[in-house]
């Protein structure tokens, strides 16, 4: 990796360890539709829960909740409707995932059960997932929230 693409790089993701709850101020379970508009404009089509959006340097899929605790929702949680669930960040530059300095020790490695070499790095407590390929670059970044905030935000049942 060249330097001029780690600083590329570091200035998307604000270098450090790189697990952090969240991309660009923008944190699942807390942050709002408005808060994602304000930062990336509005989605490149339209849209409800899966929005899409584009930068110069990434493309930005942001998944938004629907109703509080809806009964048909997989993983239905209690946040007010247009919060962000996840944002997946996929750079155009792919860095090398030994270059983000990461602590892997905080990690589950799985690897992908189709392509191989293909694996994903995640971090329950932090709430981040990377996706890297068999030449160890990541492909895509992806905040869901931190196990913290998910286990605050579930749904209680009700009696």
């Known amino acids: 990796m060249s330097i001029i693409q780690i600083i590329l790089w570091m200035a998307l993701f604000g ?37 899409d959006y584009d930068t110069e340097r990434e493309g930005v899929s942001v998944r938004y909740s629907g109703e509080r605790c809806a009964a048909g929702d997989g993983n239905p949680l209690n946040v007010p ?12 530059v792919k860095p090398r995932l030994l ?24 971090n329950e407590e932090s709430g981040v997932t990377y996706e890297v390929s ?3 670059r990541v492909l895509s970044i992806q905040w869901f929230g931190s196990s913290r905030d998910i286990r605050n935000s579930r749904c209680r049942p009700t009696r």
């Open 15 to 51: 270098g450090g360890t790189h697990d952090s709850r969240g991309w660009k101020g923008i944190v699942p379970l807390n942050s709002t539709r408005a808060d994602v508009e304000r930062l990336l404009g509005p989605p490149t089509e339209p849209c409800s829960i899966g929005c």
């Open 99 to 122: 270059d983000l300095k990461l602590r892997m020790r905080k990690f589950t490695r799985t690897k992908d059960p189709e392509l191989n070499g293909y694996s994903t790095y995640t």
């Open 134 to 136: 068999d030449k160890k």
């Open 81 to 92: 409707p247009n919060t962000v669930i996840s944002i997946t960040v996929y750079p155009a």
